[in-house]
């Protein structure tokens, strides 16, 4: 692992043994919620780090995406209910992993750029943003069930 890589993992690792100190001291619940969100936040950053550096088949083997409740498996017909009309969440797909970008101030009205919610990106993405750490930001809320496009 080149020094880059490997001060990005330190620097993740170090927050979230922060993070778990910090649940250690007695706090009031809606401190212990904020704490457990952030947790989860950067466990789902550590997960977008093994993403970037792992091949997808050694992947799949040994990092589980962290999700909210549970991970939920999305076809490209069901992806494309989550567009952000009529009161649903958006979401959008990237190399097979679902994001909710629905408070994601970039995806304003769940359109970024000129692209929809409810769809995979990832040829988009990949020819947009060579720095994928923008990814590591929004909440992964499951899987694309048939694979990934390359738009």
């Known amino acids: ?3 880059s890589k490997y001060s990005n ?3 993740i690792m170090d927050e979230i043994h922060h993070t778990v100190h910090l ?3 007695p706090t009031i619940p809606k401190t212990r919620k904020t704490l457990l969100k952030k947790l989860e936040e950067q466990l789902n ?3 977008q780090f093994f993403i970037l550096i792992m091949p997808k088949k050694e992947l799949d083997n040994v990092v589980s995406i962290p999700v909210q409740d549970q991970d939920i498996l999305l076809n490209r ?3 494309s209910k989550y567009n952000g009309k009529n009161g649903n969440p958006a979401y959008v797909a990237v190399d097979g992993i679902v994001y909710d970008v629905t408070d994601n101030a970039a995806w304003a009205a769940a359109v970024h750029f000129g692209l929809s919610a409810g769809r995979d990106l990832t040829g988009a993405h990949a020819s947009c943003h060579a720095d994928r750490d923008v990814l590591s930001k929004l909440r992964v809320v499951g899987r694309l069930e048939d694979g990934v496009d390359q738009l």
Do not use: I, T, W
């Open 1 to 3: 692992m080149d020094q």
């Open 45 to 47: 950053q550590l997960s």
């Open 9 to 11: 993992f330190k620097s």
């Open 77 to 79: 017909s069901e992806l």
């Open 23 to 25: 649940l250690y001291y």
